[in-house]
C-alpha cells in the first residue's frame, strides 16, 4: 500500500504504522477487527434479555389489564351456552304457561245428553261479537258500533278436528237452520244469544252427533290484537271489496292485512255473492293464516314478538274448563296445516243460501269426523262453499 499523503489524518491506530493494521504482518491476510463488549454486572448476567419497548409485542400496555388468551374466550362460551340455552328454553314455557292463567274459563259443556266419547280430538271455535272492554273509538275503528245493543252472538262458528287423519277445519255457517233445544227451528248463532257456549254446543253435539272436546271463543279485538302482533297476514280477495257496513276498503289479490283490516274482511258478507257462506271462507282463510305466523320460526328466535303473540287478545280469550296449554298448542298447531296440502278446509255440505244443510252429504262427512276417518273424507264432501262442486 503507498504512504499516505501528509495532509491525511493519520489512522495509525487502525493502519498501524505503514498502512498495516496493528498486529498483523504483510503476510497475514486483513479480517475485521472485533471490538470487545463491556464487562456485564454479576447481577445482570442472570437477569434475561435486556426488557422490550413498553406496549411491545407480547407486552402488556402499561395501565391496561393483560389481554386474555382466545383458549380463555372460547371456553367461557361453552360454560355459558348451556345457561343460555335453559334460560331461552325456560322463557320459551314461562310465557305461555302464565298467558294461559289469564284466559276466562267457561262452563261450556252440557251436564247429559251428550255424544259418547270418540276417537280424536274436536275443538268449537267462535267468534264472538261481544263489544265488552271496547271504547267507543274502537266501536268505530272496527266498524262494530250498535250491534252489541240487541245482545252478544257470533259470526264465526268452525269445527276443528284432529285425530290419526288430516286435520279438518270446517266453517259452519251462522244461519245455518237447525233445531234449537227450547227454542224450535231458527238460526244457529241464536243459540249463542239465547244460552250462552253451553246452549250452542248442546246445539251443535244434538245436529251433528261430533262430540265437542274443547271450546275456544275470541272476541273482536283479540283477533285484531292478535294479528298485529304478528305483523299482518296474507289475504287474497277475489275481487275489489268495498263494505261499509264492515269498514272494509280493499283491492283485489293477494296483500297483507293488518289487524282491523282482517276483522272487517271475515266479517264483510254484504257484498259477497254468497253472503255468509263466502264470509265463512275469508274466516277460515285469516284464522290459518294467522297460525302459520303464530308458530313461525321467527316469533320464536324473536323474544319480544313472541311475548306480544303469546299475551295478544287473552283479555278477551275464553276456554272450556279443562282446556290447558297443552291443547292450546294443538290447536295453534294444526291451524297451520288445515290450509295446505296436509289438511282440510271446507263449509258444512248445503243445499241452498236459506241455509239448509245437505242432509246426505252433511252425514257422511259427519260420520268420517266422529269415526276419526277424515283421510277418507273426498272433495265432493269438503268444498269451500259447502256446494257441490
Known sequence: MPDRPSDEPEYDWLYGKKGRPVGRTPDEPEHTQVIPAPPRSPSAAHSGPPPRRPGGKGLPTPGLP?????????????????LLLLAWVAYLVAVPVIAVKKIDSVDAFPAKGRPAEQDGTTYLIVGSDSRAGLTKAELKKYGAGGVGKIGQRTDTIMMLHLGSGKPLLMSIPRDSLVPIPGYGRTKINAAFAYGGPKLLVRTIENNTGVRIDHYVEIGFGGLVKAVDAVGGVEICPTKRM??????LNIKKGCQNANGVTALAYSRSRYVQKYGDITRAQHQREVVTALGKKVISPWTVINPWRYSRVINAGTSTLKVSDGTGIIALGRFARAMTQVNGKDGLTCGMPIRDQAINWDRDRALALL????????DEVGADLCTPTGFVK
Open 242 to 247: 268495498r263494505d261499509k257496513k264492515a269498514n
Open 367 to 374: 260420520k268420517l269426523i266422529k269415526e276419526d276417518r277424515t
Open 66 to 82: 393483560p389481554r386474555p388468551k382466545p383458549v380463555k374466550y372460547a371456553r367461557r362460551i361453552l360454560l355459558l351456552l348451556p
